[in-house]
Every structure is written in structure tokens, then in C-alpha cells.
């Protein structure tokens, strides 16, 4: 095998993972028979994957700011910009079961394809967030709470978190 690759661009990033999910699952997809708008069960398709992957989501560390709280020399309001998937790590697809039946040639074929897109979907990755909020911003106040007190052990530290 030949492969040939060019880097077009490194972009440097500030993206702070907070948590990581272990994710599996068996994704399923059918497809009816139909002939002339009957419905054939001889004719169905389906198809399952089975998956395994990571999931990181966090925030944009770019985003967050840090502002002292009022005249208090040791007390800080951080503000936390709203959560982001950050990307997938280890993604495993078994080789996909199909069960057809003897007729199966009526009816639209499974896209292998189309099956892992929706398993890695934007809608997904924003469900893996809003399932794991309260998490997240436990994560986040730890996080921050602990590099501001490794300078101020006596630091007052307050968060407000985008919505």
C-alpha cells in the first residue's frame, strides 16, 4: 500500500477535555419491502453495527475569562463559555449483520455509511453535553477552582457559565 499525505495547516488550540465518555452501542436500520405500496415482510432489510468509541467534550479554553470580584484582592468570578464536543478517540465499527429476506431485492439497500454518520452526529455529540451538564460543570469548577488556588490557597473563586 502507497499513501501520501501533506500537512496544509497546524492550528494551535486552547481546548480543555473535562470529561471523557465511553460510549458503545448497536446501531439498527430497516428497510420495508414494499411493491407498489404493499408491504412485503419477505422483502425487509435490516442491518446492525455494533460501536465503541470515546467522546471528549469540554470547552474552548480560549474562551474562558477570569475577572477579579469586586475589591476583593483574593476573589474571582470565572466565566465559562459554553460546552463543546471535542472529538472522538478510538472509534471501533464491527462489520455490519445484515438480516434479508428472500425478497430483499425490492427494497432500498442499508448504506453502511449513512449508519456511522448518524451514530457520529452533530445532534449526537450535542446530546453527549446536554445528558452530562450538571457533570460538566462540576468538572469545570474543580478544574479552574484548583489552578487558582495553586497560585492563592486562600482564593474566593465564583463561576458563571454560558447557557
Known sequence: MSDSQIYQSVERKEE?????????G????????????????????TTLIQYDFTAKVGID???VEVDQAGLAESAFVISIPEFIFIGYDDPHFEDPIESNGP??????????TDMINSILSEEKQQSYIDDHLELLRDQARDYYTAIVRS?????????????
Open 16 to 24: 480543555v477535555a473535562l470529561l471523557a465518555l465511553g460510549i458503545q
Open 26 to 45: 448497536i446501531a439498527r436500520e430497516n428497510e420495508d419491502g414494499r411493491i407498489l405500496g404493499v408491504r412485503l415482510p419477505a422483502g425487509d432489510r
Open 61 to 63: 479554553g480560549e474562551d
Open 103 to 112: 425478497l430483499s431485492f425490492i427494497s432500498e439497500e442499508i448504506e453502511e
Open 151 to 163: 497560585i492563592d490557597p486562600d482564593a474566593e473563586v465564583e463561576f458563571e457559565f454560558a447557557e
